[in-house]
Nanobody
Framework: QVQLVESGGGLVQAGGSLRLSCAVS????????IGWYRQGPGKQRELVAV??????DYADSVKGRFTISRDNAKNTVYLGMNSLKPEDTAVYYC?????????????WGQGTQVTVSS
């Protein structure tokens, strides 16, 4: 089992910055992939950034502005967000994936609200 707890969301003005944190606990050794998703008003949940091993990938809409990083000693994953836009307003979720004989299993945090004002 894996537990995820997000923090760091809040209200910022356009052009500002935030850093989200995801505290990871449980069977961390079994995690194959960790990423961030978001769900804006009236939208589907979408992948924002993902990391697996040394690889990172980003949604086109956040490339050059967002950075996913890890601190393994603290069991924490971060999402740095710069040059924020009103379109970035969403609930942001931390996601971890483990691979079992039954296939991939997803774990989710509770989400943290990011609101960007114009």
């Amino acid at each position: 089992q894996v537990q995820l707890v997000e923090s760091g969301g809040g209200l910022v003005q356009a052009g500002g910055s935030l850093r989200l944190s995801c505290a990871v606990s449980g069977s961390t050794f079994s995690i194959n992939t960790i990423g961030w998703y978001r769900q804006g008003p009236g939208k589907q949940r979408e992948l924002v950034a993902v990391t697996s091993g040394d690889r990172t990938d980003y949604a086109d809409s956040v490339k050059g502005r967002f950075t996913i990083s890890r601190d393994n000693a603290k069991n924490t994953v971060y999402l740095g967000m710069n040059s924020l836009k009103p379109e970035d307003t969403a609930v942001y979720y931390c996601n971890a994936v483990t691979i079992t004989y039954e296939g991939p299993k997803h774990y989710w945090g509770q989400g943290t609200q990011v609101t960007v004002s114009s």
